[in-house]
């Protein structure tokens, strides 16, 4: 049971090129393929919640996980978005904003990784419970047009949410970057 929250973090991960294959093979119907696609990013959006809520729970946080949970939420969001962005024809900057933002906040922590962790902020935690229920959203099948109103909303918010925590994160970093070069 200490590895299940690992093999979860996994799970996500291969979820990934399932959910956008099944989206990229739809191509806009909103077939059978856009409701298998559906139904994987749910059961892999609802490991990012459990993943994290085990490993602390049962005191077994490991370094894998610390790094690769991260990973796991950012290849879902991104990979179903730009799949949701291509065949929807949606448009592309609110992809193209959570990609530079989630590059920068990953090389950012990478900066300082040997010295300092940078915890998710609440804001982040908010942001990403955003994109992932305006992604489902966008993935229902056969909804009428107000859904895809309500998702579209919903992924604004998660955008300006990500670009606030961005900043909040970026301030955090640069506070964690003065402490070390302070200590040497």
Not at 32 to 51: E, N, S, V, Y
Not at 114 to 136: C, D, N, R, Y
Request: glycine share 6%; hydrophobic share 60%.
């Amino acid at each position: 049971m200490q590895r299940l929250p690992n093999w979860l973090t996994w799970t996500r991960l291969i979820a990934v090129p399932i959910v956008m294959a099944l989206i990229l093979i739809d191509d806009g119907r909103e077939g059978a393929a856009r409701g298998w696609a559906t139904g994987i990013f749910a059961a892999a959006a609802a490991t990012d919640f459990l993943d994290g809520y085990l490993a602390r729970r049962w005191h077994v946080v490991s370094s894998f996980g610390k790094l690769a949970d991260p990973i796991a939420d950012k290849a879902l969001v991104l990979g179903t978005l730009l799949s949701l962005t291509i065949v929807d024809h949606m448009p592309w900057w609110p992809f193209v904003v959570l990609l530079v933002r989630e590059v920068a906040v990953t090389v950012g922590r990478m900066r300082v990784k040997s010295t300092a962790i940078i915890p998710a902020s609440p804001l982040g935690k908010i942001k990403t419970t955003l994109q992932l229920a305006a992604i489902g959203l966008f993935l229902l099948p056969a909804m009428p047009s107000y859904i895809d109103e309500i998702a579209w909303w919903l992924l604004i918010a998660s955008v300006a949410l990500a670009i606030v925590s961005w900043v909040d994160l970026e301030a955090r970093l640069a506070r964690a970057r003065r402490a070390d070069a302070d200590a040497t």
